[in-house]
């Protein structure tokens, strides 16, 4: 069984309703949700001029490697109507995988830990609500240092 730290995200729609219909087609199709974090709302990353994104950590338990899950997940974002036509664009949907084991995998299809993890508050506040005390396999810290040294001076706020 792969323990696994998902981020999921979005800013379009009904933003907790889609965390929920995400949380929900995740146990059916991937497996097992162990723990989830609050929801954070944040300004947005990157392409700023648009409206603020709603956030939430899953810890899940899967049987499924790290390219067949980033391909169900993948699928899932299809369902609820993912549109990938602008780079960090507005979405309604989006599902990451930060951590998965204490692996780290670079695959045509996915990347393991998420290589922009460290850089990015909004990921780290709700990943250490549920998982402050994991070492990241590249860094060998913990999620929780990693949030003390984060440059990312974007506000979070726990909805």
């Not at 995400?22 to 723990?35: H, K, T, Y």
């Not at 204490?102 to 909004?122: G, N, Q, S, W």
């Amino acid at each position: 069984m792969n323990t696994v730290f998902l981020l999921t995200g979005g800013n379009l729609g009904n933003r907790l309703e889609n965390l929920q219909q995400a949380a929900d087609f995740i146990l059916q199709d991937c497996g097992i949700i162990r723990n989830m974090s609050a929801v954070y709302q944040t300004a947005a990353w990157g392409f700023t001029s648009q409206p603020d994104f709603y956030n939430q950590a899953i810890e899940l338990h899967t049987l499924l490697d790290p390219d067949n899950l980033m391909k169900a997940l993948l699928h899932i974002e299809n369902k609820m109507g993912r549109q990938r036509s602008v780079k960090m664009g507005p979405r309604a949907i989006d599902i990451d995988i930060l951590l998965m084991n204490d692996m780290a995998c670079d695959t045509p299809l996915v990347k393991i830990p998420h290589p922009r993890l460290a850089e990015r508050r909004f990921v780290l506040t709700p990943l250490a609500e549920i998982a402050g005390g994991i070492i990241h396999p590249v860094f060998h810290k913990t999620i929780r240092e990693l949030l003390t040294e984060c440059k990312d001076e974007l506000p979070v706020h726990k909805i």
